[in-house]
């Protein structure tokens, strides 16, 4: 089976960095995604990571490593409307997997 | 605009009753994907599709059925079968061959037993 573990919760002031971190246990691994969803709304893409290292996406980054299972989401400049759910997701070869979820409260 | 509709957006059904939740994608993907979300919880996958009149079962298939009839459409029903039906629903789609980790998702049904 598969497992992932990430904070429920992580608070931040506008302006400033975060990091939500993801450890996993799982079969099959090919690479690890990140979602973002505002409350009530879809989850949307924000990130991909196949390979070991970092990927920077504008404000956002997203960095794994294989041999210690873990990944993290790095966000820079925090604004108002970064409030929300962030999800990590292992890809196996069919099938995404999700964590529980991190909620990220930005205040101003 | 390519993308993935679902319909309803909310839906009240009175216990014993089956329903079913439509999703259409013109996205031309091969891959779909039925999750089931609860509140303050991650995604679950119920059913998932690779191909035409294929399909096989997620983590949480027990009381739920899909068919996949046309590569456009992956309809969910959500039997009376199913203990706990309430829960906001979510179809999604992606590029079988494509990067990987990406899935574009509809904007969700909320299911509400009453």
């Known amino acids: 089976g598969q497992s992932l573990e990430q904070p429920s919760e992580v608070t931040a002031v506008e302006g400033a960095i975060v990091q939500i971190n993801c450890t996993y246990q799982?079969?099959?691994?090919?690479?690890l995604s990140w979602y973002q969803q505002h409350d009530g709304g879809a989850p949307t893409f924000l990130s991909y990571?196949?390979?070991?290292g970092l990927e920077e996406t504008g404000r956002f980054s997203s960095f794994l490593s294989r041999s210690d299972s873990y990944g993290y989401l790095l966000l820079q400049e925090l604004q108002m409307k970064d409030s929300a759910s962030y999800f990590c997701?292992?890809?196996?070869?069919?099938?995404?997997?999700f964590g529980k979820g991190t909620m990220l409260l930005v205040s101003p | 605009d390519g993308g993935i509709t679902q319909s309803p957006k909310y839906l009240f059904r009175k216990e014993g009753q089956n329903v079913t939740l439509s999703c259409e994608q013109n996205?031309?993907?091969?891959?779909m994907y039925w999750y089931r979300q609860d509140p303050g919880q991650g995604l679950r996958l119920i059913y998932y599709?690779?191909?035409?009149?294929?399909?096989q079962k997620g983590d949480i298939a027990e009381g739920y059925s899909v068919s996949r009839e046309k590569k456009e459409s992956f309809p969910l029903t959500v039997t009376s079968a199913q203990k706990n039906p309430t829960a906001f629903y979510l179809c999604?789609?992606?590029?079988?061959?494509?990067?990987?980790?990406?899935?574009?998702f509809g904007e969700g049904s909320r299911l509400t037993v009453l």
């Open positions: 990571n196949g390979l070991d």
């Open positions: 997701a292992v890809s196996g070869y069919s099938t995404l997997t």
């Open positions: 599709s690779q191909i035409v009149n294929d399909f």
């Open positions: 799982t079969s099959g691994f090919y690479g």
């Open positions: 996205l031309n993907h091969d891959a």
């Open positions: 999604a789609s992606r590029e079988t061959g494509g990067r990987t980790g990406e899935l574009f």
